[in-house]
């Protein structure tokens, strides 16, 4: 598996991300859904990585810096062909190594309370992320979970 940076033009990329916001609008109400498209994506504070075998697209994610001190992951997705094969773990490992070396004090997330979601939340648990509350723009909201993570990094 091959982590690039990803510029947000390719074809692939943009298929994979109708299908993640596809998907949010079919689980979570349309006004709780918090996942970004491919214009919101190119924000200069978004950093983003595709996730790649060969020239298949596997996966992506990334990191939205709210201050110097914090960023939040955003747009973590597995395109439906490749679940269960580590492809999440491997861009959570990337996008937590990165925020580590951008000196970051913390990790957000905010994810799906619903059942569909508990693959995720499990995952973001296995890699030291604990429930807090709303944080940066958003509110108390059934549909979502909060998450962050402290980060350590040397001098």
Known sequence: MDIRKDDLRGEKIAHLLREHMQNMLEITPPGSVHALDLERLRNPSISFWSIWDADELLGCGALKELDSKTAEVKSMRTSNQH????????????????????HYDHLYLETGAKQEFMPARTLYQKYGFVYCGPFADYKDDPNSVFMVKKLQYSL
């Open 83 to 102: 679940r269960g094969k580590g492809v999440a773990s491997k861009m959570l490992e990337h996008l937590i190594s990165e925020a580590s070396q951008r």
